[in-house]
């Protein structure tokens, strides 16, 4: 089984910047696929950005020249540098990513517990 562990969150002014990280821990897993997702009181859960195993990133237009999705594979480690903070973007982040067992086809999804991005104005 694979866990996620997310990091980073916390109060930040509008303006500033704030690193968020996530890393996968257990035993004989490959990640694959990976992603943050956020979701605001009130709202549906939205993804923020994903980045393939070979380093492919995509971004909701929102965050676009404002956050940088990165990842570490010899760590199983997402990062998402949040620059530019905006009120707006106060959320819970969740990191979430596709994975499997060596030598089985079957790919799962597992979630990171979430954590708390809070801009002030």
């Known amino acids: 089984q694979v866990q996620l562990v997310e990091s980073g969150g916390g109060l930040v002014q509008a303006g500033g910047s704030l690193r968020l990280s996530c890393a996968a821990s257990?035993?004989?897993?490959?990640?694959?696929?990976m992603r943050w997702y956020r979701q605001a009181p009130g709202k549906q859960r939205e993804l923020v950005a994903g980045?393939?195993?070979?380093?492919?990133?995509n971004y909701a237009d929102s965050v676009k020249g404002r956050f940088t999705i990165s990842r570490d594979n010899a760590k199983n480690t997402v990062y998402l540098q949040m620059n530019s903070l905006k009120p707006e973007d106060t959320a819970v982040y969740y990191c979430?990513?596709?994975?499997?067992?060596?030598?089985?086809?079957?790919?799962?999804?597992?979630w990171g517990q979430g954590t708390l991005v809070t801009v002030s104005s």
């Open positions: 979430n990513a596709d994975w499997r067992q060596p030598l089985r086809y079957k790919y799962l999804e597992v």
């Open positions: 980045i393939t195993l070979g380093g492919t990133t």
């Open positions: 257990g035993s004989g897993f490959i990640i694959y696929d």
